[in-house]
């Protein structure tokens, strides 16, 4: 006899049963028999995948496949050594890039939808709210079509607006201005009742505004203004009255000078010309052709750009020629302008004032002589 207590109790037929946790092993073994897909190895495993197309995009992306452990599989608790764990790639479909291409579309379109409609909605609204007098109304006039210039014969062919004349900038300096008082007229006292600077500064301030009337950009500069540091435009006009001294005779009339380092035949010496014969059509002055040095080397003349054209007019003596400065300065003005009106439609910056009009406001010299260089 056995000392050994035998745990399983009896079966029906006398024999001894099989432990509970053998009974158990083969109920769960028997299940997983039945879970298992058809043509894998083990309960845990999924049944291989059909083979992919050549054509289809794959990535490869790693599963990790459960624990039999703690799947239930029939090795676990038994002793039966685990099989490996098993890797498999797991394919991505089409639609995931397609996907992904087609929002990246859809994305651009709305945003350029939205930003069209922004646009529009504000442009609406400020043309709701924006006066019509906003703009300047001679900027509007400039910018229409010019009907007399278009239906002109000149044997050209017309550009369908006008180029504005704002485009095209003009310096005029009142001589002395913001300087000293120029040029002086004394009484029999000795104290002052006549200044070139005011002189100057009447006719100067008279041609800014003819030339504005015009549309064109104009700069009203002193004499040492530091805009003339390089100064760029289609013309440069310094206006002076001649000295009020006496010297003993009958000296009378105007003068135009250019700088003598430019050349005789050059920009500079069509606007000298140009501003001269206009100037002496107007006022009642001879013109003189006696320079002098603060002329011909007048200190503005090497200050601007070399490409801007430019002179100096004396418009009289202020001894022998007091009452025409004092007492014509709008007829002065007017003198000067057409010659910058002749310079401006000798030289083709501005159409609407070409010489082959009809009702052209300046004359034109014949011929372009250079000054002579006489000096006092």
């Not at 764990?85 to 939205?114: D, E």
């Not at 400020?126 to 509007?140: E, I, R, S």
């Not at 079509?145 to 017309?158: E, H, K, R, S, V």
Request: hydrophobic residues 40%; charged residues 20%.
């Amino acid at each position: 006899m056995s000392d050994e207590i035998n745990d399983n109790p009896p079966s029906e037929n006398g024999k001894g049963g099989d432990s509970a946790s053998a009974i158990f092993a083969a109920i769960m073994r028997e299940a997983a028999e039945k879970a298992r897909p058809k043509g894998a190895k083990f309960a845990g495993e999924r049944a291989s995948p059909p083979p992919q197309s050549s054509q289809e995009t794959t990535e490869p992306s790693v599963v990790e496949e459960p624990n039999p452990a703690e799947t239930g599989d029939d090795n676990a608790g038994t002793g039966e050594p685990a099989e490996p764990q098993r890797f498999r790639r797991i394919p991505l479909g089409r639609s995931h890039q397609s996907r992904g291409g087609s929002s990246l579309a859809g994305g651009f379109f709305r945003t350029i939808f939205v930003v069209g409609i922004s646009a529009g909605l504000v442009a609406t609204v400020l043309t709701w709210f924006t006066d019509p007098q906003f703009l300047n109304p001679a900027v509007v006039k400039g910018l229409q079509l010019n009907a007399p210039m278009l239906m002109a014969d000149t044997g050209a062919t017309p550009t369908p607006v006008a180029t504005p004349n704002w485009h095209y900038r003009i310096g005029i300096i009142s001589g002395h201005r913001g300087q000293d008082s120029g040029a002086v007229c004394e009484d029999e006292y000795g104290y002052p009742v006549l200044q070139e600077v005011d002189i100057n500064f009447s006719v100067a301030q008279r041609v800014v505004a003819k030339l504005k009337a015009e549309n064109f950009t104009v700069d009203l500069l002193d004499e040492n203004d530091p805009r003339l540091d390089n100064y760029q435009g289609v013309a440069l006009v310094s206006i002076h009255a001649n000295t009020c001294y006496d010297f003993g005779e009958f000296v009378s009339g105007y003068i135009v000078a250019k700088a003598e380092a430019r050349p005789d035949f050059g920009n500079d010496s069509t606007l000298r010309e140009c501003v001269a014969l206009n100037f002496g059509a107007l006022a009642p002055l001879e013109r003189s052709f006696v320079l002098t040095l603060d002329m011909t080397d007048y200190h503005v003349f090497r200050k601007i750009h070399p490409l801007t054209p430019a002179v100096i007019i004396e418009m009289g003596y202020m001894l022998a020629d007091r009452e025409v400065l004092e007492t014509e300065p709008e007829l002065l003005a007017q003198a000067i302008t057409n010659g910058v009106y002749c310079y401006l439609g000798l030289s083709g910056n501005v159409s609407g004032l070409s010489p082959a009009r009809a009702d052209a406001r300046y004359l034109v010299p014949l011929l372009e002589t250079p000054t002579p260089e006489w000096r006092r």
